[in-house]
């Protein structure tokens, strides 16, 4: 159990619609990444916050949006679904001291 | 900008056999390596990592240097054991760009009795 948590496990939605993801760091991690992993591009880093502000942005789409809370956790927005943005979505945090990266257990979303 | 290149899978190898599943960067700075691996179903777990030129990583009889000269972060066990079957990623970071990873594009290993 790496301490990130991710809700939902699994979502199923249609073309056109809106989602939401929810990240929880672990304990005491600043920083909040998204990525995406899907067959076609494998994965591939979105956007990261640190203590509540956006650092740096990847490959993510102008239909997707996040934001961290004063609390730490982070959530994923993605809007007027296509069927491409299918793909697992992790979230991962990292402590201020350390390089690494540690990674919730992903959430699917499959677009119908 | 940096990318990072895993040999293409699937490796296929008997229980007990020496893997390496070779990997290479290009990084406009000086990158952390890590090796990540996923299990069918589960998220991504770091496996192991080096952050300067001829460290050494290991965890669970699995092992790799940094080597700058050839720019390349090759994963090694001795003997594999069914258990090990995933997918092994190979990934860098640039401290002072946000730390963010640059995967290749995995490796898939089925260990087989």
């Known amino acids: 159990d790496s301490g990130v948590t991710q809700t939902p496990k699994h979502l199923i939605t249609a073309t056109g619609q809106r989602v939401t993801l929810r990240c929880s760091p672990r304990?005491?991690?600043?920083?909040v990444y998204w990525y995406q992993q899907s067959l076609d591009q494998g994965l591939q880093f979105l956007i990261q916050y640190y203590n509540g502000e956006e650092r740096a942005k990847g490959n993510i789409l102008e239909r997707f949006s996040a934001q961290q809370f004063p609390d730490l956790h982070s959530e994923l927005n993605l809007s007027s679904l296509e069927l491409g943005d299918s793909a697992l979505y992790f979230c991962a945090s990292r402590s201020g001291q350390m390089d690494e990266q540690f990674f919730g257990p992903g959430t699917r979303l499959t677009v119908l | 900008g940096d990318s990072v290149t895993q040999m293409e899978g699937p490796v296929t190898l008997s229980e007990e056999a020496f893997l390496t599943i070779n990997c290479t960067y290009t990084a406009t700075g000086y990158p952390s390596l890590f090796w990540y691996v996923q299990y069918p179903g589960e998220g991504l777990q770091l496996l192991l990592k080096a952050t300067k030129a001829d460290d050494k990583g290991s965890n669970k009889g699995f092992e790799a240097t940094y080597r700058k000269e050839t720019t390349s972060f090759h994963l090694e066990k001795g003997s594999v054991q069914v258990s090990d079957s995933a997918v092994y990623f190979c990934a860098l970071s640039i401290t002072g760009g946000g730390n963010k990873l640059t995967f290749g594009t995995g490796t898939q290993l089925k260990v087989e009795l």
């Open positions: 304990s005491g991690d600043l920083s």
